[in-house]
């Protein structure tokens, strides 16, 4: 039953939103995916520094 109700609210909220909103949502979610990639890429850069750091400082 709570997911025949939250369908029907997701229904209600859908009749209520403007095609001008429904586009400033998905500007809204695209700018924070590509902020959560750019995040993610210098993440990524930093860890491997870091670990080309340590296997280059191990001793042989």
């Known amino acids: 039953m709570k997911l025949k109700r ?3 609210q997701l ?3 859908m ?3 403007t095609a001008s909103t429904v586009t400033e949502y ?3 979610i695209a700018l924070v995916s ?3 990639v750019v995040l ?3 993440i990524g ?3 491997n520094n870091l670990l080309e ?3 280059s400082n191990m001793p042989q």
């Open 6 to 8: 939250q369908i029907v």
């Open 11 to 13: 229904r209600r909220w």
């Open 15 to 17: 009749r209520r939103v």
């Open 26 to 28: 998905a500007v809204i």
């Open 34 to 36: 590509i902020a959560a």
């Open 40 to 42: 993610l890429a210098s």
């Open 45 to 47: 850069r930093q860890t």
């Open 53 to 55: 750091q340590m296997n």
